[in-house]
């Protein structure tokens, strides 16, 4: 009696994938991807980071400017580093 597993191998493959074709068995090195769309893609994801990078700190500093005030919470929120980070998140928003 076969297994599952058996009768799977014998009746034609399925997929929920509108792109699979049965019968079409192309090998990965066959298929070369499309190099400008990657590129494009990456600056996409790239720019989606950068944005998100640039909310998180803004979003931690408004946090931070609303806490009980405490001297190292107010050394942090004055420090010359956080003001040159805020310029530039608040600059990455803006595009």
Known sequence: MPTPSELQKQSQRRSVFGNYAPGSRESA??????IPALLRDA???QESIDTAVA????????ARAFEDPE???????????????LHSAAGALAK
């Open 43 to 45: 600056a996409a994801s």
């Open 71 to 85: 001297p190292d919470s107010w050394e942090w929120l004055t420090s010359r580093e956080i003001r040159t980070a």
């Open 55 to 62: 909310r998180t700190f803004l979003y931690s500093f408004l």
């Open 29 to 34: 090195a066959s298929i070369e991807p499309p």
